[in-house]
């Protein structure tokens, strides 16, 4: 990859952000010599975002950190069908409803991320349904779908895994590719967007919207992709033991985003301070290179600082302090997640199986049973042998309830009520 000119694509490369570019000469040039729009799409099939989804959240912030314009397109109209990229089976459809309801929980998480407003670089958040359900279908077939090859679509790897393996690709999900297509010229034409990023496995979809944009007379456009991340043993970014680790903080906490930081692999920690982090590039490399136990202090520091920029440096550093109180002084902490159980089940005793599962600690009493005969379990830090163990109000702390444990980092508080 070439030295490049511009702050932007010199950022992103240096950060480890760059997979593809369509044009690199010509795209470093737009970005020296102009102020560049460029947009990155987002299915709305949830109410939040996940930390899978936080380097293209990273790439438009460090555009607008650069001096551009970054565009955050909400697929209110493609969700109604649903990207087949990759999958093994068509997405369950979601009404109009839903997927509104999933954008306004989506929107909330970018503030933090984008300056919004109305100036030349301000950031800006659009949907695809403004212009893709008013669409006459005929004439969208004859305007824009006679530009496409069926043959050339059957060739890209996202549709030719699933056909491969036996698996149906519905006519619906196969015009998914040309409405995204279609949105990229679109937002050329409303916005002046120039450039479409996104991760590596959308590099067909939209070299497809260069495509057409040249078939229908736009500037040059560009592609840039950022490569799709596993942590070093495989597991796919933003997905954790206990499911997926959300960005709103009403479906995941402030210390449980932390925590999930804090248990970064030690082969990750440079990668991920330069991906997901503003940290100074120096910084990062002296952070990586810390060895053996100090390695903790470096995830600690990733943690912290990919917390702040989502949640506030308060609960940032509430979530850090938190973590030492209860790791390193085997303190209760008020502020550990809790889980509130009517009082009255203490009176007569409440199975520890049960409450396992009530608290979320376990899917059910089984998995919890297994944990317990692994040795894994703590009530208020001491050992659990005894799966048919009954809590009761003795065990309760006046002030706090009960701390139930699994394991060294996962720890609840049980309040009753």
Request: aromatic share 8%; net charge negative; proline share 3%.
């Amino acid at each position: 990859m070439s030295a490049f000119r511009s702050d932007f694509l010199r950022t992103l490369s240096e950060r480890g952000f760059i997979h593809q570019i369509s044009d690199e000469s010509g795209l470093d040039e737009l970005f020296a010599k102009e102020t560049v729009t460029a947009y990155i799409g987002f299915d709305p099939t949830a109410s939040s975002l996940h930390a899978g989804g936080l380097i293209q959240i990273m790439m438009l912030h460090w555009m607008q950190q650069t001096g551009h314009r970054p565009v955050a397109l909400m697929g209110g109209g493609t969700g109604m069908i649903g990207d087949p990229s990759f999958k093994d089976e068509a997405r369950k459809l979601m009404t109009p409803e839903t997927i509104q309801t999933n954008i306004d929980g989506i929107r909330k998480v970018f503030s933090n991320y984008l300056t919004f407003g109305e100036g030349p670089r301000d950031a800006l958040m659009v949907n695809n349904a403004d212009w893709l359900l008013p669409l006459n279908y005929l004439e969208f077939l004859r305007d824009v779908g006679r530009h496409f090859s069926v043959n050339r679509m059957l060739s890209f790897d996202s549709v030719k895994l699933r056909l491969d393996r036996d698996q149906s690709l519905s006519f619906l999900e196969f015009n998914y590719m040309i409405l995204q297509a279609y949105d990229f010229v679109e937002l050329n034409k409303r916005y002046g967007v120039r450039l479409q990023m996104g991760g590596s496995d959308q590099w067909g979809n939209i070299i497809n919207g260069i495509d057409l944009g040249h078939r229908l007379g736009t500037p040059q456009l560009f592609a840039l992709t950022s490569p799709l991340l596993t942590t070093a043993s495989g597991a796919k970014m933003g997905k954790s033991l206990n499911g997926a680790v959300w960005l709103n903080p009403d479906m995941l906490s402030a210390y449980d985003f932390w925590q999930y930081w804090r248990n970064t692999e030690d082969a990750d920690v440079g990668r991920f301070l330069k991906l997901y982090t503003t940290l100074p590039l120096d910084e990062a490399a002296r952070l990586a290179a810390l060895g053996g136990a100090e390695i903790n202090e470096a995830k600690k520091m990733l943690a912290t600082e990919v917390t702040a920029m989502l949640h506030g440096r308060d609960a940032a550093e509430q979530a850090s302090e938190t973590a030492r109180k209860t790791f390193e002084e085997g303190i209760t902490a008020d502020t550990l997640p809790s889980v509130e159980v009517p009082r009255s089940a203490f009176i007569n005793g409440i199975g520890i199986l049960s409450l396992f599962v009530t608290s979320g600690l376990a899917a059910s009493n089984g998995e919890a049973r297994r944990h317990i005969q692994g040795g894994a379990v703590r009530l208020n830090d001491e050992p659990v042998s005894d799966d048919r163990r009954l809590i009761t109000l003795d065990d309760l702390d006046q002030e706090n309830g009960l701390k139930l444990s699994l394991g060294k980092k996962k720890h609840i508080l049980v309040r009753p009520v």
